[in-house]
Structure formats: structure tokens, C-alpha cells
């Protein structure tokens, strides 16, 4: 199946790996888990590890990341590191809304944190939009209800979010119904290239957002979910590129039969009215020189 693409897509994905089931902590750029497993503050490394918690080791330290059950069935965004660094934060978002952690990159140096959340509520205080203001989408949108995503980066030393001149350095990741309204999109795989920008892979539904956080023009063969890319400068402000795979169905059509042929020839080859098949003006004037050559040589033997 053929791809189009809006424009080309820039990611450029380093190691990943999966941490479930409470195995050992992995040694790659970025691990993913949908399904975030449940922890909480009060845990140790070994409980962490046991509930099937997502681990990266870097630098010494090993990070996790998951959902602590708040309540009923409210969930919250959690982190924890243990060994070089020690710390565990899961007051990242304390309201109504259900948030998860779902994905960590480590490289450069640098922490990355992605959590899903399904709204936004009230107060702000105890909401993601605060580490969000300054970022390339600052909100969830309108509506409640689809999962986005949100990207943050976070200090390894504090596991709180980065801050630098006074912003914090996180990002709203979404797509957006026809309506206006939010619709999901969930990142599968993030990376740093060799500029220190930060790229995205994310499955997404109607519609994905460009550069200019308006919805991407896919044409009406458009087929969601979408592979969605985009790249982020490392402070999360900007997006710089933004692109999706989308299928052609059409591509895969059988190409149309050929017109029915006339003079009784071979059925499927194109032929003139009096059954000699066209071969094209070069094919006529190699016929006719053949022809003439033909007539001189009778004339001679005469």
C-alpha cells in the first residue's frame, strides 16, 4: 500500500524496549506501556518493580513510571527513581481527571515523562496545564472523554518538572474532531536527534494537528487512526515538523480493463477499425519503409 505523506515524516526513533509482567529494569532509550501499571509513593524499588511497573536505567539511577489509584476510580500520573537518584512524585495531577504514566526517555542527559490524561478540570493548581502554559499546546481543547497525551521533561535529580527562565517545559499533545473538540492520540515512541529536538511517534484519530496547531489537510480517503510524527524543540515550545502516514486505498485497486477491441482480433490487444493491431506511429512507418522495400524487389525481379 502506497504512503502519502504531509510532508515527510522526520522521526527517527532510537532503542526502545518494554518493561511488563515485573521483569528487571532495561537498559534503552525509551520504554512504552499503555496499560500503566499501578504504584505508589509508599512502595520500595522491589514493590515497584512487582506490580509490572515500566523501569529505565540510566546513569545510575533507575526511573519508573505509572498510575497511583487515588481513589475510587480516579487515577493519577506517578514517577519514582531509585539508586543514584531517590525520589517519587505522584501530585503531577490530583483532580478529577484520569491520568496515567505511560512512557520515559532518557538521553543527552535529559528526562522525558509522557502521561495521558482523558480532560482537564479545575483548579489549575492541582492540573498538567500548569507545567503547560508555555508549550507548543498549552491544553487539553474542548470536551473530555478521548485520552491525549502530555510530554514533560523532568529533572533526574528531583523528578519534578523542568524549569528554566521561569517555564516549565511540557506540551499537550492532541488531535481535534471537526467539531473543535479534543480527540485521542497516544505516543508510542519518543527520541532525541543529534539537534536536541525531541521526536514524537503517536497513534492519532481525526484529525492530527500541523505545525501551526491547526488540523492537518489528509483529503477524504483519509483513513483513521493515523501514524502521526512530530518534532518538538527540547524546551517543548515549538513544534517544528509535523507529518502522517496515510493510506491510499486506491492504490491498491486493479488497474481497468482494456477497451473491447474491434476487426475480430485477439481479444485485449488494442487494434485499428480494420483488424490490424496499432502499433503506434513508429510501428506504421517501420510497416510502410518494409512495404516499399518489398515493391522493389518484385519490380526488379520483373
Known sequence: MQKREFPRRLIGLG?????????????????????????????DEAAVIASGAIGLSAGGATY??????????NQNPVAAAFGAQSWCVDDYETTGADGRGEGLLSDQ????????????????????RRFTADGWLSSYGSGGGPRVSVVL?????????????GAYQGTYLLSRLSSGETNTLEVKALALNAAGELEVDAQAYFTPLGV???????????ESPFDYSVRLSGDLQTALAASVDTPCPECDDPPPPLP?????????????????????????????????LLGMGLRRTR
Open 15 to 43: 532503542a526502545m524496549a518494554l518493561l511488563v509482567g515485573g521483569g528487571q529494569p532495561l537498559q534503552a532509550a525509551s520504554v512504552f506501556n499503555a496499560s500503566a501499571a499501578n504504584f505508589s509513593c509508599a512502595d
Open 64 to 73: 519508573y513510571t505509572g498510575l497511583h489509584q487515588a481513589g475510587g476510580d
Open 109 to 128: 542527559g535529559r528526562l522525558y515523562a509522557v502521561f495521558s490524561i482523558d480532560g482537564a478540570e479545575n483548579p489549575t493548581e492541582q492540573d498538567l
Open 153 to 165: 521533561r523532568l529533572d533526574p535529580a528531583s523528578g519534578r518538572v523542568w524549569q528554566q527562565d
Open 212 to 222: 501551526n496547531g491547526q488540523p492537518l489537510e489528509l483529503g477524504a480517503d483519509a
Open 260 to 292: 473491447p477491441t474491434t476487426g475480430g482480433t485477439t481479444p485485449g490487444v488494442y487494434s485499428s477499425p480494420v483488424g490490424v493491431p496499432a502499433l503506434g506511429l513508429w510501428g506504421l512507418g517501420l510497416l510502410t519503409g518494409l512495404l516499399g
